[in-house]
Nanobody, 124 residues
């Protein structure tokens, strides 16, 4: 099993940057693909970005492509989401998730392990 804990959320002005971290425990972390999702109150949790088990492949939602970068440090058991040029519509709770699949799918139903989320608020 893998346990994941997110950190790095906060309040930032539009145009600013934040880096989210997802610390994972478990000896087999390197064999899991990882994803980031976000959710606003009353809305469905939506895909943001994913990275394959090796880190060689990544995928992004169209809404964040060119602004967000997902990466992983296997030695540190950590996945990062660098968020640049933030917009007020990026305000959400951001969740980290792990899947036993080798590539990171976009469907939240394909992920087995979830963190509790970290709040990101972007002011105008």
């Amino acid at each position: 099993q893998v346990q994941v804990v997110e950190s790095g959320g906060g309040l930032v002005q539009a145009g600013g940057s934040l880096r989210l971290s997802c610390a994972a425990s478990g000896r087999t972390f390197s064999s899991y693909a990882m994803g980031w999702f976000r959710q606003a109150p009353g809305k469905m949790r939506e895909f943001v970005a994913a990275i394959s088990w090796s880190g060689a492949n990544s995928d992004y939602a169209n809404s964040v492509k060119g602004r967000f970068i997902i990466s992983r440090d296997i030695a540190e058991n950590t996945v990062y989401l660098q968020m640049n040029s933030l917009k007020p519509e990026d305000t959400d709770v951001y969740y980290c998730a792990a899947t036993e699949r080798r590539t990171g799918p976009q469907s939240l139903y394909d992920y087995e392990f979830w963190g509790r989320g970290t709040q990101v608020t972007v002011s105008p």
